[in-house]
């Protein structure tokens, strides 16, 4: 089934290591999805860290010349190809950022990724795989929906997926507040587990307990913050830390016997050496994390949609001021998700 498309349609293009200045917006012939594909006009995009990785040339993961860059976005379906089945013009949907990734364990053929090696989401309209598409919860708007794909699944995975996962009653160290940060602390909550946040900004503190932290410890005022931790669990540490700073001696000296450090980045890009008995000392395990899959970001819609949780956004820009927001998603320290908004 097939709708009029529009005549053109404005999209994003940039070449990785141009950095911000090297967006560009053309405008060029709407594509009709072909095969299994389904025309999806994007109303709103989010900004994540692994965006300005793309732009600086620092991604870890190939990334095509010329691409659309963002892979968090959310729209509706304008148009279908053949074989299409699961989704019809009109429903609202977001992409999972790896699109062949459908469960089970991350292999190699499930790397391309939107906004890497294949065009993103910064666009007025995206054609995509049928099986990327996931139905956006009813009671969250485009915005708060395009927030999901890299920071909410990051988070849901760095909570659930290794086996039994978080459990109540639990402790989960979240650091800093960054986009999976915030998400694990609400997602964690939900989970039945005590949530200790760090921050390195006393404005944040109060904001990170009105989002449900037990505790909050300032890692400026208190550079050992991991001394801090184990003092707040009376010695025991954490069951679970995730670590989107690349602090992992702290947070291995934060974690309880047998804990686990679900290891998202480093943001500061620096990766200090890590002495193993930090590791034996706690019989901890170490995982690191690639957002998650289709099925995981299908349960984690399950648990936002029964909770009725929202995402925490800080500003939104439109599509003509993508660069500005990409400034002030780098410069200005948001508590909350970029938004673009393109309808």
């Not at 699961?86 to 991350?106: C, E, I, S, Y």
């Not at 804990?259 to 998202?264: E, I, L, R």
């Not at 943001?267 to 930090?278: E, K, M, N, V």
């Amino acid at each position: 089934m097939t709708a009029t498309l529009p005549p053109s349609v404005r999209s994003y293009h940039v070449n990785s290591g141009e950095g911000i200045d090297g967006l560009k917006l053309r405008t060029h012939q709407a594509r009709t999805p072909g095969t299994g594909e389904v025309a999806v006009a994007v109303h709103a995009v989010s900004l994540s860290y692994r965006e300005l990785l793309v732009l600086r040339g620092q991604y870890v993961l190939p990334v095509k010349p010329d691409v659309i860059p963002v892979s968090d976005g959310a729209g509706q379906v304008i148009a279908v190809g053949p074989g299409v089945q699961r989704v019809r013009p009109g429903d609202r949907v977001t992409a999972a950022l790896f699109p062949q990734w459908l469960d089970g364990p991350l292999i190699p053929s499930y790397l391309p990724q939107l906004g890497g090696s294949l065009d993103g989401m910064l666009t007025e309209l995206a054609v995509l795989p049928e099986q990327a598409l996931v139905p956006v919860p009813e009671h969250l708007s485009y915005a708060e929906a395009a927030t999901l794909p890299c920071a909410a699944v990051t988070a849901w995975n760095a909570l659930t997926g290794d086996g039994p996962g978080t459990q109540p009653g639990h402790t989960v160290l979240t650091t800093g507040s960054g986009g999976v940060s915030l998400f694990a602390l609400q997602l964690a909550k939900l989970l039945g587990a005590k949530v200790i946040a760090t921050t390195g900004q006393a404005e944040k503190e109060q904001r990170l307990r009105d989002l449900g932290a037990d505790e909050v410890v300032n890692y400026r005022a208190v550079p050992d913050w991991h001394n801090a931790v184990r003092d707040i669990t009376d010695g025991r540490g954490v069951d679970r830390v995730v670590d989107t700073a690349g602090a992992l001696e702290q947070s291995l000296k934060s974690l309880a016997i047998n804990g686990h450090v679900a290891f998202v980045g480093s943001l500061s890009g620096d990766w200090p050496p890590l002495d193993p008995r930090l590791l034996f000392g706690v019989a901890a395990t170490v995982r690191a994390l690639a957002v998650g899959s289709h099925a995981q970001f299908t349960k984690l819609n399950e648990i936002i949609t029964a909770h009725q949780l929202r995402p925490v956004t800080d500003r939104a820009f439109p599509f003509e001021e993508a660069g500005a927001a990409f400034r002030y998603y780098e410069s200005a320290d948001p508590f909350g998700k970029v938004i673009v908004k393109i309808r």
